[in-house]
């Protein structure tokens, strides 16, 4: 089956909080996955392989801008593409609301990160220091401008 990049359900909640919970220090709550249903301006998706919820990355549009957070692929599944994959869906879908800009934080030491954002268009613009806890880290902010 051909990996399938959609919008979220509320039924992928529990796999994506498993999923948060093997890949980050300060995971999402199925809560904070619960509000997203709530919030307007938020894009949400995942990419499934197989049947199976194997990533996903989000979006908040505000002031005309795409903050991109929560990219996120379990595992076994890292460098197929696929997290360039949601990255490319998000922007195609900000492209049809009109939106050229993009913006996201990201662990200055997370290389396999930088390189996805790099790949999709997106430049390092500034440092902002002490961003991150568990363990605390400078936050490396990216745009990728239209
Ligand atoms: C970052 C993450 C989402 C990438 O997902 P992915 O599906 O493996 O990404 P892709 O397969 O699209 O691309 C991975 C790229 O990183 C590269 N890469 C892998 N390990 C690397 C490393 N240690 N140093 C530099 N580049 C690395 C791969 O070679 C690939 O680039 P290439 O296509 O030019 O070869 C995934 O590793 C992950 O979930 N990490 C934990 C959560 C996280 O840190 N999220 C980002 C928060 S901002």
Same mark, same amino acid.
């Given at each position: 089956?051909?990996?399938?990049?959609?919008?979220?359900?509320?039924? /992928? @909640? /529990?796999?994506?909080?498993? @999923?948060?919970? $093997?890949?980050?220090?300060?995971?999402?709550?199925?809560?904070?996955?619960?509000?997203?249903?709530? @919030?307007?301006?938020?894009?949400?998706?995942?990419?499934?392989? $197989?049947?199976?919820?194997?990533?996903?990355?989000?979006?908040?549009?505000?002031?005309?801008?795409?903050?991109?957070?929560?990219?996120?692929?379990?595992? /076994?599944?890292?460098?197929?593409?696929?997290?360039?994959?949601?990255?490319?869906?998000?922007?195609?879908?900000?492209?049809?609301? $009109?939106?050229? $800009?993009?913006?996201?934080?990201?662990?200055?030491?997370?290389?396999?990160?930088?390189?996805?954002?790099?790949?999709?268009?997106?430049?390092?613009?500034?440092?902002?220091?002490?961003?991150?806890?568990?363990?605390?880290? /400078?936050?490396? @902010?990216?745009?990728?401008?239209?």
């Amino acid at each position: 089956m051909p990996l399938i990049i959609r919008k979220i359900k509320e039924t /992928d @909640i /529990d796999r994506l909080a498993e @999923i948060e919970r $093997d890949s980050f220090s300060r995971p999402w709550t199925r809560e904070a996955f619960r509000e997203l249903f709530d @919030i307007p301006y938020a894009r949400y998706l995942v990419a499934e392989l $197989d049947g199976e919820v194997v990533g996903s990355a989000g979006m908040r549009v505000i002031a005309g801008e795409g903050n991109i957070d929560n990219v996120v692929v379990w595992g /076994d599944f890292r460098g197929r593409g696929i997290a360039s994959r949601l990255i490319e869906e998000l922007i195609r879908l900000g492209e049809e609301e $009109d939106i050229k $800009d993009y913006t996201l934080e990201v662990r200055v030491s997370n290389a396999p990160a930088i390189r996805v954002y790099e790949k999709s268009g997106f430049k390092g613009e500034g440092v902002r220091p002490g961003f991150y806890e568990d363990p605390t880290e /400078d936050a490396l @902010i990216m745009w990728r401008r239209g």
